[in-house]
């Protein structure tokens, strides 16, 4: 009983461990607002009053080129 439930622990634990180790991390977007032509940088946007301006970046600046892990 305490083997099946070993095994089972430790088939879970590696079944989350491949899944993080392909994952790669969300994109950048360059946002611009319409109301003054503000510019943001965020990951998802930041409300209706947005529009997306550039992008996708690799990098929180919105300067680097986003490639994908195992894309470069």
């Known amino acids: 009983m305490f083997m099946r439930i070993a ?4 088939a879970c634990l590696l079944t989350i461990w491949v899944v993080q180790a392909f994952a790669a991390p969300a994109p950048w977007y360059l946002w611009e607002s319409r109301v003054d032509q503000y510019r943001i ?3 998802y946007s930041p409300g ?3 529009v997306k301006a550039g992008g996708p ?4 600046r919105c300067r680097t080129p986003y490639a994908p892990k ?3």
């Open 48 to 50: 209706d009053a947005w």
């Open 7 to 10: 095994i089972a622990i430790v």
């Open 57 to 60: 970046f690799g990098d929180a």
């Open 41 to 43: 940088c965020l990951q």
């Open 70 to 72: 195992g894309h470069r």
